[in-house]
T-cell receptor, first 115, second 114 residues
Framework: KAGVTQTPRYLIKTRGQQVTLSCSPISGHRSVSWYQQTPGQGLQFLFEYFSETQRNKGNFPGRFSGRQFSNSRSEMNVSTLELGDSALYLC??????????????FGSGTQLSVL | AQSVSQHNHHVILSEAASLELGCNYSYGGTVNLFWYVQYPGQHLQLLLKYFSGDPLVKGIKGFEAEFIKSKFSFNLRKPSVQWSDTAEYFCAVNAETGANNLFFGTGTRLTVIP
């Protein structure tokens, strides 16, 4: 079974631009979560989608948005990029939107650098 | 709001030494607790988890963790580390049933010297 696939692997953007990151979950997984990983802050939860609906949202500004398609693939968009948005963006999938007895399967991430 | 503290940022051990990584969380209600590991060049993967029952949980590769509710702690242990255990270890807590939003600690980097 293929794992969680994130594209692209690396991105370089300049301040003010916008970016879209893509995540394909493991086949059959309906929940997709996004996390931002930085050396100083660790992993911080961005949002979670289940069956095309955003179920939970972390404490990030509105410039960060996402969506999920009917095939469970998800995209994350960041508008008006700031230098502080430079980070590794991780996507994780799980079969159900219920933490009990379920674990998250993480992708390798998209490394975003904002210049 | 939930938060997770990992007090050790970088731990360096020799092979065969014993390991204990600290993890404390702040939340007054029922929690689910996790340890994830990120080996160099690899993605995050689950090491072990606690949802309920026996507070001593065993995970992969000889790791175990003990949930002490009175101390709000979930420390990770391994009796004898190997060079292949070199990785970054993240403690995480989920305090809302029906949601997959984990609160992670900032991670502890473990370096095992052969």
């Amino acid at each position: 079974k293929a794992g969680v696939t994130q594209t692209p692997r690396y991105l370089i953007k300049t301040r003010g631009q916008q970016v879209t990151l893509s995540c394909s979950p493991i086949s059959g997984h309906r929940s997709v979560s996004w996390y931002q990983q930085t050396p100083g802050q660790g992993l911080q939860f961005l949002f979670e989608y289940f069956s095309e609906t955003q179920r939970n949202k972390g404490n990030f500004p509105g410039r960060f948005s996402g969506r999920q398609f009917s095939n469970s693939r998800s995209e994350m968009n960041v508008s008006t990029l700031e230098l502080g948005d430079s980070a590794l963006y991780l996507c994780a999938s799980s079969p159900l939107s219920r933490p009990n007895n379920e674990k998250l399967f993480f992708g390798s991430g998209t490394q975003l650098s904002v210049l | 709001a939930q938060s997770v503290s990992q007090h050790n940022h970088h731990v360096i051990l020799s092979e065969a030494a014993s390991l204990e990584l600290g993890c404390n969380y702040s939340y007054g209600g029922t929690v689910n607790l996790f340890w994830y590991v990120q080996y160099p060049g690899q993605h995050l993967q689950l090491l072990l988890k606690y949802f309920s029952g026996d507070p001593l949980v065993k995970g992969i590769k000889g790791f175990e963790a003990e949930f002490i509710k009175s101390k709000f702690s979930f420390n990770l242990r391994k009796p004898s580390v190997q060079w292949s255990d070199t990785a970054e270890y993240f403690c995480a807590v989920n305090a809302e049933t029906g949601a997959n939003n984990l609160f992670f600690g900032t991670g502890t980097r473990l370096t095992v010297i052969p």
